[in-house]
């Protein structure tokens, strides 16, 4: 008996000596100290010891089985520790890796400006509304004063689709589809692409335009005039002066082109307002009775203003932008300056 529990205690401590992972060591666990474990088997065969043996081999028993259940105990943590220290090696972050910059993405400077220009005239009590880009020559043209042969058709080098559809010229389209829509009063602002045959330094095929309309009883030039001023001392300089200056449109009676004084030389002449002091921003006018007519507005009883400005001259006077290319060339390096 003696020399069973010699050799077990030999074989156990060998075989706990030889494990490398915890759940080894746990089935090499029941396999000697469980139910059916080869200590437990031990025990049961006390039975058979001579009686006056039996203390002294029952000593040797439970202190091998102290010595196995202690042997594993301290193979267990000497595991567990290893399989910690792996687990924090693998699992490692190197904090003084450089991070991976996320690149910011902004607002193209003809989405800036349009938002400056709503937001500047919203206190007014302005809806946005925004028409079709392909359009009617009815919308266009023909509601707008201006019938097929008439000269000021020249002023818009056209695309056109068929005879009466085209790519719309003027954002002036969409005053007509409100006004046959709603009644007065009305004020929208009406933003939006709009195309032209024409290409250099100052003009694109593809630019923008914001039209304004405001129809309701007692509108005179002098509101035209006090909104517009307000908007541009806003989307300018507080100190911007503007002027209103005749012109000619077929929708708008009387006319006018309004212009703001000039940013570089504050009024004294340069070469940005070519000597003038002044620089042209937008057109506009009181919307022409034929027009109001032509919608199904009495002129006897409501009169109105309107103006269209091109989105991407106001961003090239705002921001100093020398071709208008530059707005289209999608050039991450220029875009990146707004
Ligand atoms: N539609 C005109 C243009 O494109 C601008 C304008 C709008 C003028 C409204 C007067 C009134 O040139």
Known sequence: MKEKIDRLKERALAA???????KALNELKVSFLGKNGEI?????????????EKPAIGKLVNGLRAEIEEAIANRERLLKEKETAARLESEAIDVTLPGKAVARGGL???????????????????DVYEGPEVELDYYNFKQLNIPDDHPARDMQDTFYITDSILLRTQTSAGQIRWMEKEKPPIRILSPGRV????????????FHQMEGLVVDK????????????????KVFDPGVKTRLRPSYFPFTEP???????????????????????????LGAGMVNRVV????????????????????????????????I??????????????
């Not at 290409?199 to 694109?204: K, M």
């Not at 006319?255 to 042209?280: A, N």
Request: charged share 25%.
């Open 325 to 338: 290319r530059y707005l289209f060339d999608n050039d991450i390096r220029f875009l990146k300056q707004f």
């Open 108 to 126: 193209h400077p003809v989405e800036l400006v349009k938002n400056q220009l709503i937001e500047a005239f919203l206190p007014f009590g302005f």
């Open 16 to 22: 706990i000596a030889d494990t490398h992972i915890v």
């Open 218 to 233: 007692g509108i005179t030039l002098c509101d035209l005039k006090g909104v517009l001023e307000e908007v541009c001392k």
């Open 40 to 52: 437990t088997g031990l025990l049961k065969g006390m039975k058979d010891v001579p009686p006056e």
């Open 195 to 206: 195309y032209r045959s024409d290409y250099d330094a100052t003009h694109s095929p593809m």
């Open 255 to 281: 006319s006018v082109e309004i212009d703001v004084s000039c940013s570089e030389c504050g009024g004294k002449g340069c070469s940005l307002c070519k000597g003038t002091g002044w620089i042209e921003i």
């Open 292 to 323: 109001l007519e032509n919608c199904g507005i009495d002129p006897d009883v409501y009169t109105g203003f309107a103006f269209g400005v091109g989105l991407e001259r106001i961003a090239m006077l705002k921001y100093g932008i020398p071709d």
